[in-house]
């Protein structure tokens, strides 16, 4: 499966943007999807999950009620809604494709393929 992210953009704190990751080729919803991001100097960590069939989801501590993921199978589309934004929200985000029900939180495991990230930067 190949991925396209987009929806990055410049925020103030505070502010919210959406993230939308279009999938192509192979069966969507045989992949649990996430997202994760990379800050400048620092490693890719996981913000997001949700489960093939957006069931389930689970978030990083950091993100844990002001991300919402969600996905339409129908469209191959998966979503990562941003509210509440802060600086330290910075880096660029990537989504990416497990063909596991459930994607792992270590970005070294499991995924498939990965979009090509998008930038999201928060001001103070």
């Known amino acids: 499966v190949q991925l396209q992210a987009s929806g990055g953009g410049l925020v103030q704190a505070g502010g919210s943007l959406r993230l939308s990751c279009a999938a192509s080729?192979?069966?969507?919803?045989?992949?649990?999807m996430s997202w994760f991001r990379q800050a400048p100097g620092k490693e890719r960590e996981f913000v997001a999950a949700i489960s093939w069939g957006g069931g389930n989801t689970r978030y990083a501590d950091s993100v844990k009620g002001r991300f919402i993921i969600s996905r339409d199978n129908a469209k191959k589309m998966v979503h990562l809604q941003m509210n509440s934004l802060k600086p330290e929200d910075t880096a660029v985000y990537y989504c990416?494709?497990?063909?596991?029900?459930?994607?792992?939180?270590?970005?070294?495991?499991?995924?498939?393929?990965w979009g090509q990230g998008t930038q999201v930067t928060v001001s103070s």
């Open positions: 990416a494709a497990a063909r596991a029900s459930y994607g792992s939180t270590d970005a070294q495991r499991g995924y498939e393929s």
């Open positions: 080729g192979g069966t969507f919803s045989d992949y649990g």
